[in-house]
């Protein structure tokens, strides 16, 4: 089975500071990891992902994640917040021994206020 | 959202009724996938489809049937057996990694 945790509901930054949105995730062979973003009533946007290779990855929009496998986490971070980063962020994780599948995190609302 | 269209953006079902989501993807990917987000739970799997004439339930299929007919069309069909069928539906299709997603449709039952 594979699952994903975003263990924060909401994180909030003012803008100019450095982000970090945090995800850890389980699953029983290597993983494939994704975040994704939301703006209201819209569709997800791919930011970036973690394929296999360096363990930091570089996104779109200046994000970046940085793979962990010690502690099985993918935590996305920017280092100068922006207020339209302001948006709803997923971590997924993905497992090719289950078809492909993607599961997601419950998301994370990132806040930026000017 | 390039590349993958939904209709109709907005859908109002009365009760007993069953509508059919569209979706339709130029991206010549093979996987496509639907799911439901409710607030606050993040996104459900409802069916997914691997390749055209095949595909396989989610997590959340109860109430909800689909067909693959063509590799451009995945259409989602929300049954009168669906007791709370009022969601934002997403649909998404993919390649070798990441999935590709639509700008969503948000059905109200009246």
């Known amino acids: 089975a594979q699952s994903v945790a975003q263990p924060e509901d909401q994180v909030n930054v003012a803008e100019g500071n450095p982000l970090t949105v945090k995800c850890t995730y389980s699953?029983?062979?290597?993983?494939?990891l994704f975040w994704y973003v939301q703006y209201p009533n819209r569709g997800l946007q791919f930011l970036l992902k973690?394929?296999?290779?360096?363990?930091l990855v570089k996104g779109s929009y200046g994000f970046e994640a940085e793979f962990n496998k010690s502690q099985t986490s993918f935590h996305l971070k920017k280092p100068s917040a922006l207020v339209s980063d302001s948006a709803l962020y997923f971590c997924?994780?993905?497992?090719?021994?289950?078809?492909?599948?993607?599961?997601f995190g419950d998301g994370t609302t990132l806040t930026v206020k000017p | 959202d390039g590349g993958i269209t939904q209709s109709p953006k907005y859908l109002f079902r009365k009760e007993g009724q069953n509508v059919t989501l569209s979706c339709e993807q130029n991206?010549?990917?093979?996987?496509m996938y639907w799911y439901r987000q409710d607030p606050g739970q993040g996104l459900r799997l409802i069916y997914y489809?691997?390749?055209?004439?095949?595909?396989q339930k989610g997590d959340i299929a109860e109430g909800y049937s689909v067909s693959r007919e063509k590799k451009e069309s995945f259409p989602l069909t929300v049954t009168s057996a669906q007791k709370n069928p009022t969601a934002f539906y997403l649909c998404?299709?993919?390649?070798?990694?990441?999935?590709?997603f639509g700008p969503g449709t948000r059905l109200t039952v009246l």
């Open positions: 998404a299709s993919s390649g070798s990694h990441e999935q590709f």
């Open positions: 699953v029983s062979g290597n993983p494939y």
């Open positions: 973690y394929i296999t290779g360096d363990n």
């Open positions: 997924a994780v993905r497992d090719w021994t289950n078809a492909g599948k993607s599961t």
């Open positions: 991206l010549n990917h093979d996987a």
């Open positions: 489809s691997q390749i055209v004439n095949d595909f």
